[in-house]
């Protein structure tokens, strides 16, 4: 509880990451056509990023599926423009900044989502955003800080994670402690030995895979097992990272596996979700509207608790929003990005043409979204102002 503070109190935007339950009860009343996707649930422009996909190829798109949940497609996009708007003011702009964001994430939606409504059904679900779109959408300094995210994600490998997280110890390399951040068990907290637990959950997350990648992860051994703090909203959940070798020393994988606990969007959205397991629910999201995911992307439940799993970093790159490390001038570019490819999961999973039909040509939708999202940065400075007294 105290990280997850912290971490909350480092910024209004901070607050807002981790304050997802809040936005959705808070979106929950408010009008909607009744046009359903399988929203992200948690839509804000921290929840971006590129990816690897199978071919190697570096892809942009939405990075966070934890409280994906079929939902009126307005909640995806009022909480990301408004996020907008509250980064904005984070890194010191005035009102007209931020609603300026906000209108660069609806343009972009906009425009895209038509796009998307002209064309095929399986030429959506192939679609991608590949880092030559990236770099051909944006300005020139906003090309140059894309180029140096992509460099870095890159070298954001399973090899990177061994060299970060790792050392030898008796000729064995071992997870690194750092307390309370990175903690190395002998037994969960129902007493059973971590090593006879992984087992069983294993077994259990194999059964989700395909029986290629079933076979493929096989191959591996494990070799060393810790506990992890990981995210904002996330802390506080049971978070695993799984050390095993291939071949050599020199093919290692690491798996990080996530509680799945029921999306914030379930309260409000109450459909039924033919899943038994949420983190089959994360999963089946994530498979949905993300496009290209990680080839080891699967679930399972120990002791009646539910996970998802995915390789802990597999050149995986993102922004991040401080002053002082983001530029104002390039936000609107971000936000662009961030529009089009929300347009894209939601025309993966949803009726792109009535969506289009509905957002319509005019700036119309873009002026109401600018005023929401300045209406909730205010909100969201009361409610951090009221954690940071609580507290």
């Not at 009343?29 to 649930?41: D, H, L, N, S, W």
């Not at 095929?120 to 906003?142: N, P």
């Not at 089009?340 to 999973?349: G, M, N």
């Not at 009361?382 to 940071?388: F, G, I, K, N, S």
Request: glycine share 8%.
């Amino acid at each position: 509880v105290p990280v997850r503070h912290a971490r909350m109190l480092e910024s209004p935007f901070a607050f807002l990451r981790g304050a997802a339950a809040v936005m959705a009860a808070d979106l929950a009343p408010t009008p909607a056509t009744g046009a359903r996707v399988q929203a992200c649930g948690d839509m804000h422009v921290s929840n971006f990023g590129v990816y690897a996909s199978a071919e190697r190829r570096l892809v942009f798109g939405i990075n966070d599926f934890d409280e994906t949940f079929p939902g009126p497609w307005e909640w995806d996009l009022k909480r990301l423009a408004a996020s907008a708007a509250v980064v904005a003011r984070s890194l010191g702009g005035k009102d007209g900044a931020a609603a300026d964001a906000a209108r660069h994430i609806t343009k972009s939606y906009r425009q895209h989502i038509r796009e998307y409504a002209r064309m095929g059904y399986l030429e959506t679900w192939y679609a991608t955003i590949d880092e030559k779109d990236v770099l051909a959408a944006v300005s020139d300094e906003a090309r140059r800080r894309g180029e140096k995210v992509m460099a870095k994600a890159r070298q954001r490998t399973n090899n990177q994670v061994l060299e970060k997280m790792a050392d030898l110890v008796d000729d064995q390399h071992r997870i690194v402690e750092h307390r309370p951040f990175i903690v190395r068990e002998t037994h969960t907290e129902t007493g059973q030995p971590v090593s006879e637990a992984l087992d069983d959950f294993l077994q259990s997350y194999l059964e989700s895979l395909g029986w290629d990648r079933g076979r493929l992860l096989e191959r591996y051994q494990i070799v060393d097992v810790a506990r992890k703090v990981v995210g904002v909203g996330s802390v506080g959940t049971r978070c695993w990272v799984i050390f095993m070798k291939g071949l050599d020393d020199g093919d290692p994988l690491f798996l990080q596996a996530k509680q799945a606990q029921p999306s914030v969007l379930q309260p409000h959205a109450p459909h039924a979700v033919p899943f038994a397991n949420e983190g089959h629910r994360v999963v089946a999201g994530q498979r949905m509207i993300q496009g290209s995911p990680d080839i080891f992307l699967g679930w399972g439940e120990l002791g009646g608790v539910h996970f998802y799993v995915r390789q802990l970093r597999d050149m995986k790159g993102g922004n991040e929003f401080r002053e002082g490390r983001t530029d104002l001038d390039t936000l609107p570019d971000y936000c662009h990005l961030c529009g089009w490819a929300l347009a894209l999961a939601h025309a993966k999973s949803g009726d792109a043409a009535i969506i289009a039909g509905y957002v319509g040509k005019s700036e119309v939708l873009d002026d109401a979204l600018a005023t929401f999202s300045l209406a909730y940065a205010d909100q969201t400075d009361r409610d951090y102002e009221l954690l940071v007294k609580a507290v």
